[in-house]
């Protein structure tokens, strides 16, 4: 797929809190950034919404902070808290297997039970669907409930024009409207891939002296494809 070409050719942008545009999700994050040990979250929203992009900022910048996805989550309450986290972050709560989820429910209730404790932890979970309508055992998707629910929203094209001009200024990178546009409805809709749209286009631009316009980018998509092909 063409959107997917600068994520080929660059290193993998990271995931951090300055490069995340909250857009309608400025509570949920704010919340986040600054809440206490000892709470419980539980985020949910669809595809490309931020779910994931919020969690692995947590790991990245808040110390002690341990990140799972589905694949890699623990079986057991005792491989989660091996490393003496603060922070756990459990994603793609839906895809969890019949004993993951058991795992889950003991972390769950781990975390109330040591809330005002010193080896208290905060619980960052987040799925696809609200609590009540996840895919999983039931006494979880109560114990899911037990703490802040956010729905994430996904960016409206308002915000992710407003993210295209704040990285084009910080960059100096000119680009014409014509080639916003195209970015906006051709491109994944989440923050990091755009912007690896707009490092590519930066440092191909640069190269070529030539300003970003539409035409650069369809240069740019065609020698990507022909090295591609080498």
Known sequence: MIEQLPLA???SQDFS?????????????????DCSTGKMFYLFGEAGSGKTHILKALAAERPATVYFSAVDFPTTLGDCLASKPQVIAVDD???LSDE??????????YTHRHKNNPDAVTLVAAGDQSP????????????????????LHSLKDEDILLAIEQRAFEKDLKINKEAT?????????????LFAWLDALDLYSIA????????????FIKEAEFNNNL
């Open 93 to 95: 709560v839906q895809a």
């Open 181 to 193: 546009d195209w970015l906006l409805k051709n491109t994944e809709r989440n923050i990091r891939s």
């Open 17 to 33: 809190f300055d490069n995340f545009v909250p857009g309608e999700n400025w509570e949920a994050l704010s919340q986040l950034m």
């Open 132 to 151: 009540l309508n996840m895919p999983i055992r039931e006494d979880l998707r109560n114990r899911l409930g037990w703490g802040l629910a956010y729905k």
């Open 9 to 11: 050719l660059l290193p």
């Open 208 to 219: 070529k002296r030539r300003q970003v316009t539409l035409q650069l980018i369809k240069d």
């Open 100 to 109: 993951q989820q058991m795992t889950l429910f003991d972390l769950v209730n």
